[in-house]
T-cell receptor, first 114, second 114 residues
């Protein structure tokens, strides 16, 4: 079975400060990890994914995430937050035993204040 | 714009009505999905189609009936729904039904069952 935990319902940061949105996972096989963002009244948009290779993955809009196998984590980061980054962020995981069936976390609401 | 279009954007229906949700993608993808997004709950995978064949039905009540007439179109037929079925219904597609494939989501249909 696979699962994802996003321990924070809400993250608040000031514009210009670094941000981190946390994600931990559990899978049977090798993990495939994703981050998606959802703006109000919209569907989810893909930000980045980890498949294999470099543990630091760079994605859209200046976001990056670091895969940490020993801590089973895949935290989303950005060096300098923008007000327009305010949205709902979802971490998702799948593995090679469960093709095409990603499991999503509960989501974390990021608020960036000017 | 993700290339996945859902109609209608909003739907209000009574418990005895019959309605259908439509999803269309022109990305040349071979896999399509229906997800349910309820407040305070993680995304729930409802149905998966790969090459127009249903490959997943996650214990969804029979009042939800999917249809995939071709690789570009996906429908969700609704009948005798319950108020707890009120949610945002998201359609997604991916190149293949594989664990490393990212999902492209539509903007969703916000369904209210009275």
């Amino acid at each position: 079975a696979q699962s994802v935990a996003q321990p924070e319902d809400q993250v608040n940061v000031a514009e210009g400060n670094p941000l981190t949105v946390k994600c931990t996972y559990s899978v049977s096989g090798n993990p495939y990890l994703f981050w998606y963002v959802q703006y109000p009244n919209r569907g989810l948009q893909f930000l980045l994914k980890y498949i294999t290779g470099d543990n630091l993955v760079k994605g859209s809009y200046g976001f990056e995430a670091e895969f940490n196998k020993s801590q089973t984590s895949f935290h989303l980061k950005k060096p300098s937050a923008l007000v327009s980054d305010s949205a709902l962020y979802f971490c998702a995981v799948s593995d090679n035993t469960n093709a095409g069936k990603s499991t999503f976390g509960d989501g974390t609401t990021l608020t960036v204040k000017p | 714009e993700t290339g996945v279009t859902q109609t209608p954007r909003h739907l209000v229906m009574g418990m005895t009505n019959k309605k259908s949700l439509k999803c269309e993608q022109h990305l040349g993808h071979n896999a399509m999905y229906w997800y349910k997004q309820s407040a305070k709950k993680p995304l729930e995978l409802m149905f998966v189609y790969s090459l127009e064949e249903r490959v997943e039905n996650n214990s969804v009540p029979s009042r939800f009936s999917p249809e995939c007439p071709n690789s570009s179109h996906l429908f969700l037929h609704l009948h005798t729904l319950q108020p707890e079925d009120s949610a945002l219904y998201l359609c997604a597609s991916s190149q293949e039904m594989a664990p490393n494939e990212k999902l492209f989501f539509g903007s969703g249909t916000q369904l209210s069952v009275l």
